[in-house]
């Protein structure tokens, strides 16, 4: 089992940045992680993605904008949002994933806003 934490979620005018975080309660080295996010209505959408060697991809609308990262020593993952727009506002949530035992796992969720 592995337990995820989102953080780092608020209020934010557009063009503004913040930054998510994403703490584990084990070891994700061997665990690709992934942001995604959900709007109300919606199904939930991949926004970026980090393989455990390191290999990032990004949903085309956030490209140039987002930066996913990881930390294995600190067993966190990251989302560094710049140039933040209206139509980002949405719930982010964090997945760990692995092939072995087909595992995956889903954080609670932080609330991000995008608003004047």
């Known amino acids: 089992q592995v337990q995820l934490v989102e953080s780092g979620g608020g209020l934010v005018q557009p063009g503004g940045s913040l930054r998510l975080s994403c703490a584990a309660s084990r070891t994700i080295s061997s665990f690709n992680m992934a942001w995604y996010r959900q709007t109300p209505g919606n199904q939930r959408e991949l926004v970026a993605r980090i393989t455990s060697d390191g290999k990032t991809n990004y949903a085309d609308s956030v490209k140039g904008r987002f930066t996913i990262s990881r930390d294995n020593a600190r067993m966190t993952v990251f989302l560094q949002m710049n140039s933040l727009k209206p139509e980002d506002t949405a719930v982010y949530y964090c997945?760990?994933?692995?092939?072995?035992?087909?595992?995956?796992?889903w954080g609670r969720g932080t609330q991000v806003t995008v608003s004047i």
């Open positions: 997945n760990a994933a692995r092939v072995v035992n087909r595992d995956d796992y």
